[in-house]
């Protein structure tokens, strides 16, 4: 996961030095123009730089504070002018800079003005005539001569600047002022120095901008509310400000808010032109002019907590119209903002890890990166429920820094109750910028479909009629949501997921709506909800932790818009401990989604209209019955009634024409269904695993949907006729059928056929041609089939082209394999395990990758394993196993 950070600065953060620059220069030469317009052009970028502006300088020594000063400086800039060297006072300087250079490592730029760098290398023209004079003035001094010597001929051969390079001052003076930046910007590394968390992305984000490029680009930076964007964008500002001719950071939703729009626009223009005096209306009647003034410009721009589109386009009028390599950073927790934007990055800050986490939290709370020996465990419940929120832990450890572990134990017991007002008005604000329907979503999925699939959750929603497509997305742009997911069975199932702290703040919300938990949108706490009213629209809880619950029969009376219900019990498995003694008068008409793990009761009420409904969701229930007659289940998708082992009945559902899922596993009292659910014209999955009761399965309807038909433990079924044009898997596995009727080569699209422990199966003399239909059959089960022989197994295989994995596991009449066996050249996996007749294996085809022959007892492994090898040519061997 990408790692979030936050601002804690160290001890050794703050530079030692008190100056960046230090500039030496010879005053008579250049104080009145060059070294001045060089001071000022530093100056603007905000380089603190030292100047002596004593004209009068007496003796030849430098003055301690000059010394003090040089050693203070990262960086010394030596302008080397016509008469630089006949002055002692410079050449001393000079020597102390290079002493500085040599055992502090500052940097030196040496700038030639209006002087020739090999006159300085070599002293010769007026640098020797220079000392030629220090000659008779220090009496014969060699040494002395020598080591300024030495520092001249050192300096001039470093990487410096040559006026005479340039047609212009100006130019000059740019170019100088760049290369000081960019070194003092090598030489400033503490910007992240103090980032927890950072120093993992943060070449990455930087790489991002593409400084340098002369192209204008825009670096949108994007999360939930406290992740840190702000401190990333202030930090990478921090890093590069001095690049650039204008800069601006402005804090767009809070001074927006407060000033207008138009007062930032002022401000963003002022700070880009260094102009302090801009016209009130100076967005309007100054705005051509500025945008041509500004477009001449390299600059650096920050806005931060953006919230609309319409706020970039406001204060930037045009970003293409920007000056060449100028940079914009955007804030902002709406993704949807970028969109429109051209030349766009985009940067998502995430959650803090576990150890930054940790390492932030400790930083506030005890002043170091470590918790204080005895606080570990508390420590560890803040970062388990911060979830990585930077915001969240740098308030929580101010909060809780110098208190002692009572204080800790009794501020975590309130957080599960009552979140963190600084933490909760933060977050909230991503929330209160939703419209009614989005609002809706965020505090459905908060109270109730945290977790759940994003297929379900969003055809619940549009069933609600909240526009969840559109509005899902808006969450997913707002950071509100994000998007995970589950291996559920065989597939890898998309999730909604939200933010621990984001759900704290959406419940919170909730529990606002009124004291009177009834009187609230959406409950979750099982004591609350026997007292519910009209207020109510969604219910789901646990019921593990108010032991047995008994209620009235009208509890859900006053709960006219009760659209979502769901009750579990998580400790107790299936079964569920609420019961209704009286029974059940009423639920609401308009519940869109119905889930009630072990309901008590033998009928839902007879008043129930489910036409709404959307998911039915009663397994392990006490149902004989849902109801009488026929019901419009226009908008059911799922209907869910496993192990509801006292149904003997499923109603009719004709008009249930948009019934995709029928799960009845376990259902051992059901003999029969309603014939309307082979007319079902979008049914897919039918699960009627276990069934011990039904007894035959037969219809002359062929289905046009039906995908997967289950039928393992059918052990009554005797006589079996389901066709589908869709149909990819079909089980028998279990059932007492003999033969296989002609009606099943009738699916054409079958690739996997399981007919496992079906002891009374014999399909000699039924040949399976490949008009028959079975060659899309990748995967054949025959386990535990006693019935089959070779004659058999050949009549099946003659039908089948694109066998993968076969199974014949425990067929304890199979005596030898069918010699057309070899002819499936797609086959890779064979199990012949507890085969205990069979003597031998003939050729195998050479596509085969696992053979597995455990405990065949009379079977010649020697040979079978020679053959086996021999066929497999140069292909990989998976597993080849042999074991009595």
């Not at 696992?850 to 009379?858: E, F, G, P, R």
């Amino acid at each position: 996961m990408s790692s979030a950070f936050s601002s804690i600065v160290s001890s050794d953060v703050v530079p030692q030095k008190k100056y960046d620059v230090f500039l030496s220069f010879r005053g008579e030469d250049t104080r009145r123009n060059f070294t001045s317009h060089l001071y000022d052009a530093l100056s603007r970028k905000k380089v603190e730089t030292f100047i002596d502006n004593n004209e009068l300088r007496k003796g030849d020594e430098i003055s301690a504070a000059l010394i003090k000063a040089i050693e203070e400086s990262h960086a010394s800039i030596v302008i080397f002018s016509e008469n630089y060297a006949s002055s002692k006072w410079c050449l001393n300087e000079l020597k102390k800079i290079l002493e500085c250079k040599k055992y502090m490592q500052q940097i030196v730029i040496p700038v030639f003005y209006n002087i020739d760098p090999s006159h300085v290398r070599k002293q010769t023209g007026s640098y020797k005539q220079a000392f030629a004079k220090h000659k008779q003035d220090l009496k014969h001094n060699n040494d002395k001569l020598k080591k300024w010597k030495d520092s001249l001929t050192e300096a001039a051969n470093l990487v410096g600047w040559d006026s005479r390079n340039y047609r212009s001052e100006p130019d000059f003076i740019k170019d100088i002022v760049e290369d000081v930046l960019r070194k003092l910007n090598i030489r400033y590394p503490y910007e992240i120095k103090g980032l927890v968390g950072i120093e993992k992305n943060y070449e990455q984000i930087e790489s991002m901008l593409k400084i340098g490029s002369n192209e204008v680009r825009v670096l949108g930076i994007w999360g939930m509310g406290g992740i840190g964007k702000t401190t990333l964008a202030k930090t990478l500002y921090a890093k590069h400000f001095s690049q650039f001719e204008g800069r601006c950071v402005l804090n767009v939703m809070d001074e927006s808010n407060k000033y207008g729009l138009n007062v930032l626009h002022n401000k963003l223009l002022s700070s880009l032109l260094e102009e302090e005096n801009i016209h009130p209306d100076a967005s309007y009647i100054e705005a051509p002019f500025s945008e041509r003034r500004i477009g001449r410009k390299k600059v650096l721009i920050v806005l931060d907590g953006v919230e609309t589109l319409e706020q970039i386009e406001d204060l930037i009028l045009k970003i293409d119209g920007l000056g060449p390599g100028s940079r914009v950073i955007i804030t902002t927790r709406d993704k949807q903002i970028f969109s429109q934007l051209s030349k766009c990055e985009i940067y998502e800050v995430k959650e803090l890890e576990k150890p930054d986490s940790l390492q932030l939290f400790s930083l506030i709370a005890f002043k170091e990166k470590h918790p204080k020996t005895g606080y570990e465990d508390l420590s560890d419940s803040v970062i388990a429920y911060c979830k990585g929120n930077p915001l969240a832990l740098k308030v929580l450890g101010a909060n809780l820094s110098s208190r002692g572990r009572e204080a800790w134990e009794n501020e975590l017991k309130k957080l599960q109750k009552i979140p963190n007002r600084k933490i909760y008005d933060v977050l909230k604000l991503s929330y209160d910028d939703l419209d009614h329907c989005q609002k809706a979503i965020f505090l459905d999925i908060a109270c109730l479909l945290n977790g759940k699939d994003k297929t379900f959750v969003r055809d619940l929603l549009e069933a609600c009629e909240f526009f969840a497509i559109s509005g899902i997305e808006v969450l997913l742009d707002k950071a509100l949501i994000q998007l995970g997911s589950i291996l559920h069975v065989k597939w890898e199932v998309c999730i909604i997921e939200m933010h621990d702290l984001l759900q704290e703040m959406g419940r919170e919300i909730v529990n606002q709506e009124s004291e009177d938990p009834g009187k609230r949108s959406r409950l979750w706490k099982a004591d609350e909800i026997s007292d519910g009213t009209k207020a109510v629209e969604g219910i789901t809880f646990d019921s593990t932790d108010v032991g047995d619950l008994y209620l009235k029969s009208n509890s859900f009376r006053r709960m006219t818009n009760l659209r979502y219900l769901k009750i579990y019990n998580k400790s107790r498995g299936n079964t569920c401990n609420v019961y209704f003694p009286d029974g059940l008068e009423w639920i609401s008409d308009k519940l869109r989604y119905l889930r009630w793990e072990g309901y008590c009761l033998e009928y839902l009420p007879s008043t129930f209209c489910a036409e709404m409904l959307i998911e039915l969701h009663l397994s392990h229930s006490k149902l004989k019955k849902l109801w009488d007659g026929v019901q419009n289940l226009v908008n059911l998708n799922i209907l869910w009634l496993e192990s509801s082992k006292n149904l003997i009945e499923i109603p009719d559902l004709s008009k249930a024409t948009n019934l995709h899922r029928v799960y009845l596993f376990q259902c051992e009292s059901l003999g029969q269904l309603h014939p309307s659910i082979f007319s079902l014209p979008d049914l897919r999955y039918l699960d009627l695993r276990d069934c011990k009761k039904i007894e035959s399965l037969k219809t002359n309807i062929h289905s046009k949907s039906l995908r997967e038909l289950l039928l393992d433990g059918c052990a009554s079924l005797t006589e079996f006729s389901v066709t589908s044009d869709e149909m990819t898997e079909l089980t028998l596995g279990g059932t007492a059928i003999r033969e296989l009727s002609s009606s099943i080569w009738r699916n054409r699209k079958l690739t996997s056929l399981g007919l496992s422990e079906c002891n009374k199966l014999n399909i000699v003399g039924n040949k399976l041609t490949n008009d028959h239909g079975l060659g899309s059959v990748t995967e054949l089960d025959l386990l535990g089939c006693t019935e089959i022989n070779a004659l058999s197994l050949w009549s099946i295989l003659d039908g089948i082209q694109s066998l993968k994995w076969l199974s014949l596991h425990e067929c304890c009449n199979m005596e030898c394999l069918p010699e057309n066996i070899q002819n499936h050249s797609m086959l890779k996996s064979l199990a012949l395990d507890d085969c205990r007749k069979l003597v031998s294996v003939t050729e195998l085809p050479p596509s085969l990758l696992s053979l597995s022959a455990i405990n065949c007892t009379y079977l010649d492994t020697d040979s079978t394993q020679r053959s086996f090898l021999e066929n497999m040519e140069h292909k990989f061997l998976a597993s080849l196993i042999f074991k009595q």
